[in-house]
């Protein structure tokens, strides 16, 4: 038995010499006391990192940042781990005292390093011929729990926990340095702030939140010892899968709290009678997938933060910042419902929807008869109502429109185009050889002579491609788009387009954005203020300061607005005579009719039905529909003025029936091309055409 020993003692010593640290632990008591052995032979192995030690003590603690609607309401978190950092005033005094209790009970006396509890653990663990491992104080602890979760990489994380005294060591250094900057009240709350508690609860303020339902500040006795006995081992003794066993770590808990003089008699006989109960309160929603108003709404501000805002997704995930968006809860609902009542969520068919605020570019919804996130029948994760995916048919006349109005025509500006009618223009194929382009109307039931006013609310392609011809080229409206902010019309699309000398540009077969198609006639209905679609008006740090970017200036989250993009009474005609496509008798969009409000609009249908669009407006709201498959070209069904218009008045008519809503402003007489004294020439069916 001596010899055995001897052996033990030998290896103790060995292990001592290499952990240097644990040399001077040993010699300590006959030096100068354990405690400031440990530090001299800390400072023996050189100065730590300044870098780990600001990342302990000072680098900001990875939170939840908070996404809100426009009226202040929860939309989703983004976050990597649930935590919610708090003060040391924020967090219930007995919690504290339960953690040191049975985790570092000589925490307030040593300095980082526990030199008896570590030469304790060493003796044993050296008796059984394992690693050196326990002993660990809460300072320690916090070292090791934030490397490991800062880690970027599988072998960061087993580099921060591998069993050697190599790593040991340097804990224990940081442990050390720690100390040396910090109060024992600071490491305290950043440790409680930072540990793992189990259930996706990192901090004690989320695992007070998930276990009891309840703020760190206002944990009971019992269930802070609940807490303190989890950090060990969180997944086995989880109270709320395993209340037996988590029954069992906390009384030991109390059991040490009493020992220690934390916890009466009478206190501790009523707790250990009293079974672990806990009330859950599960955890905050996360992403997108799990948003609770407006899945497709948060992607698309998910990459505005990071495509246009430049914020990382780091900073989105750690940082607990609070974005402020401007989303209206009540417009994204009605149109969920919209799309999912008139498109069943099972059908091959996408309905989408989205709304944006004329004057601002705020985008207030983007609905889709799919789930955003998840997988199978019904769902989907593409940014249905941002991409371009299929044309949007004679929702583009408005921009041949809005430009002839612009470059000597006036809306009574008449001709006659027969059904099919060949242009004088435009070859079949573009360019300048080749067939003739031939078009047809949608049914033979138009008239061959319209004006301009007519043949927009009645939607004649003839008369559009008529108008083309006039004008001698198809640069001017398709820059026109651009002008008026379909930003999905790129640069180099609209050179093909005006090289190619494609005539059907005014019919809309090219692949366009949803979202980009209603702000471009936003430009119009807002009269004539072109403005970026955004969907944030602030972004807060966590301290609730405005967020800064790399050059310290404060993140743009205004408006980005250009007055005058189309003139004045350009827009206010336009917006008059759309009206005629909504409430007069000869339009092609009567089923979005919401009587008491003046709605404009215009419908589109692509070649052979692929798609089929409708934009409306108020003054207030203007907001697109378009229905297709994403996955192929297949008919839809029916025409723009159908399922898009039925969209559109399923969608608004909750919203509209919240309050009034204003008038469009009144036409321009010389733009309708109105002689002095004249009336105004549009009086089709019962639309009373203002100028």
């Known amino acids: 038995m001596r010899c055995v020993r001897w052996v033990v003692v030998g290896k103790l010593l060995g292990a001592v010499v290499v952990a240097g640290v644990l040399v001077a632990a040993v010699a300590g008591p006959w030096l100068v006391g354990l405690d400031l052995a440990g530090r001299a032979a800390a400072d023996s192995q050189g100065a730590v990192s300044t870098t780990a030690v600001d990342e302990v003590t000072t680098a900001p603690l990875p939170g939840i940042t908070s996404v809100l609607a426009a009226d202040g309401s929860l939309v989703t978190d983004f976050y990597d781990q649930y935590r919610v950092p708090v003060t040391a005033g924020q967090v219930a005094p007995v919690m504290g005292t339960a953690l040191v209790d049975i985790e570092d009970s000589r925490f307030y ?11 304790r653990a060493l003796v044993t663990d050296v008796s059984s011929g394992g690693a050196a491992q326990g002993g660990s104080t809460i300072t320690q602890q916090l070292v090791k729990q934030t490397l490991v979760q800062r880690a970027t990489s599988t072998q960061g994380q087993q580099e ?18 720690v100390d040396a900057r910090l109060s024992k009240t600071e490491i305290l709350t950043r440790y409680l702030n930072t540990v793992y508690f189990g259930h996706g609860a990192y901090g004690v303020q989320a695992a007070a939140r998930t276990y009891f339902s309840v703020d760190a500040s206002a944990l009971t006795p019992l269930q802070a010892a609940t807490l303190a006995g989890l950090v060990q081992n969180p997944s086995a003794d989880d109270p709320i899968a395993h209340p037996d066993v988590a029954q069992a770590r906390r009384d030991v808990v109390l059991h040490r709290m009493h020992d220690l003089g934390d916890l009466s008699d009478a206190d501790l006989a009523a707790d250990l009678a009293t079974p672990v109960a806990t009330v859950p309160g599960g955890t905050p929603p996360q992403g997108c997938a799990q948003a609770l108003v407006g899945g497709f709404f948060c992607s698309y501000l998910r990459g505005y933060l990071t495509g246009t805002l430049g914020l990382t997704d780091q900073q989105l ?5 609070v974005v402020r968006t401007t989303l209206d809860p009540t417009v994204q609902r009605s149109g969920d419902a919209a799309t999912a009542g008139v498109v069943s969520p099972d059908s091959e068919l996408a309905a989408v929807y989205d709304v944006v605020q004329p004057g601002t570019g705020h985008v207030l919804g983007l609905s889709v008869n799919r789930t955003y996130g998840c997988t199978g029948t019904g769902c989907t994760s593409v940014d249905l109502p941002t991409v371009a995916a299929r044309g949007s048919g004679s929702t583009y006349k408005l921009f041949t429109a809005a430009y002839a109005l612009q470059h000597g025509y006036t809306a009574s500006f008449t001709q006659t185009t027969s059904s099919p009618y060949t242009s004088t223009v435009y070859k079949k194929n573009g360019g300048t050889r080749g067939a003739p382009y031939t078009i047809s109307n949608a049914s033979p039931n138009y008239p061959e002579t319209l004006d301009l006013a007519d043949a927009l609310v009645m939607s004649s392609n003839t008369y559009f491609v008529g108008l083309e011809d006039h004008l001698g080229s198809v640069e001017g409206p398709v820059r026109e788009a651009q002008q008026l902010g379909l930003a999905s019309l790129t640069d180099d699309d609209a050179q093909q387009i005006i090289d190619g000398e494609e005539g059907s540009f005014t019919l809309g077969p ?23 679609p955004t969907p944030v008006t602030a972004v807060l740090a966590a301290d609730g300061s405005p967020l800064t ?12 607005c250009t007055a005058g993009a189309l003139p004045a009474p350009v827009a206010h005609t336009l917006a008059q005579v759309m009206r005629g496509d909504v409430e007069s008798d000869i339009g092609t969009a009567s089923r979005a009719r919401i009587a008491g409000h003046d709605i404009a609009g215009k419908t589109g249908t692509a070649q052979g039905n692929i798609s089929v669009a409708f934009v409306g407006s108020t003054p207030e709201y203007t907001a697109g529909v378009m229905v297709f498959n994403p996955d192929r070209n297949v008919s839809v069904g029916g025409y723009g003025g159908d399922k898009g218009a039925r969209i559109w008045h399923d969608a608004m008519a909750p919203v509209l029936a919240a309050g009034p809503t204003a008038d469009f402003p009144a036409a321009d007489r010389q733009v309708l091309g109105v002689p002095d004294g004249g009336d105004c020439p549009f009086t089709e069916g019962n639309l009373v055409l203002v100028c």
């Open 317 to 321: 995930d750690e940082g607990g910042l």
């Open 510 to 532: 090219d692949a366009t954005s949803p979202l980009d198609l209603t702000d471009a006639y936003a430009t119009v209905f807002s009269g004539g203020t072109r403005c970026d």
């Open 549 to 560: 970017g790399p050059d310290g200036s404060a993140l743009d989250t205004g408006d980005h």
């Open 160 to 177: 921060a926990t591998a069993d050697t005294l190599a790593r040991k060591l340097t804990e224990a250094r940081l442990a050390l340095a």
């Open 109 to 119: 006396s040593h300095g980082g390093v526990d030199p008896i509890g570590t030469l």
